[in-house]
Structure formats: structure tokens, C-alpha cells
């Protein structure tokens, strides 16, 4: 089994910053991708960034330029680093990872989510 923990979701004001951390643990043999999504009330999931494990990354058009996806594989950790965060960022925000596990499994595991909230 493999476990996601998130952290480093709050409540900011417009033009702030955050910093999203998700730890993976568990029977893990390798991870590929790594990414962050969110889903704001009423919305579907939406895929915000993600980034493989040559380092690959690919990001929503709207986050481009203001937020940046990282990992670290030794930590089997991925970082989102949100800067000029605006109200329409507002969501709670998902870990998720494509994990072989010890079976040679490749298998999708998620966080339990982390509100973000900011206010205008």
C-alpha cells in the first residue's frame, strides 16, 4: 500500500504565496508522474501541473508563469510552489501518483487533499 500526505494548503490574500508538499510512503518500487489537481467547488478536477520522473513538466495555461512543479525523488516528494495566487485559485488541491510498486504494479494513488483559499 502507499500513502500521499499533503501539506502546506491556508488562506492567503491575493498576490500571495504557498507552497504545496506531498510525501509518498508505502511499497514503492518507482514513481513516473507526480502532479498536482484541484477542484473548486461546483468544477470539475482539473489537472494544475505535473512532472514525470525525467523531470517533464506540463502546466494548466492559467497557472503558467505564476505557479512551479518540482520533485524529489530521493524523498519520493513533489513541491508546488504558487506564486500570484488569485481567487479563481481557490480549490482544494490533490496529490497524485503513478507508482510501481514492489509487484511491479503500476498503480494511481491520491492525497487527501489540502484547501487553498484566497481572498481578494
Known amino acids: 500500500q502507499v500513502q500521499l500526505v499533503e501539506s502546506g494548503g491556508g488562506l492567503v490574500q491575493a498576490g500571495g504565496s504557498l507552497r504545496l508538499s506531498c510525501a509518498a510512503s508505502g511499497s514503492i518500487f518507482s514513481i513516473n508522474a507526480m502532479g498536482w489537481y484541484r477542484q473548486a467547488p461546483g468544477k470539475q478536477r482539473e489537472l494544475v501541473a505535473a512532472i514525470t520522473d525525467d523531470g517533464r513538466i506540463n502546466y494548466l495555461d492559467s497557472v503558467k508563469g505564476r505557479f512551479t512543479i518540482s520533485r524529489d525523488n530521493a524523498k519520493n516528494t513533489v513541491y508546488l510552489q504558487m506564486n500570484s495566487l488569485k481567487p479563481e485559485d481557490t480549490a482544494v488541491y490533490y496529490c497524485?501518483?503513478?507508482?510501481?510498486?514492489?509487484?511491479?504494479?503500476?498503480?494511481?494513488?491520491w492525497g487527501q487533499g489540502t484547501q487553498v483559499t484566497v481572498s481578494s
Open positions: 497524485n501518483a503513478a507508482v510501481i510498486d514492489y509487484g511491479r504494479r503500476l498503480r494511481d494513488y
